[in-house]
């Protein structure tokens, strides 16, 4: 039952990651 929750919590880090990933590219010249 736990692997549901472990699986939609790592699911979530791998987007947040992403869009951090995303803005950091996207946005190169703003500090």
């Known amino acids: 039952m736990k692997k549901r ?10 987007i947040v990651a992403l869009y951090v990933l995303y803005c950091f590219n996207y946005i190169p010249h703003k500090k």
């Open 5 to 14: 929750i472990t699986f939609i919590v790592f699911s979530v880090l791998i």
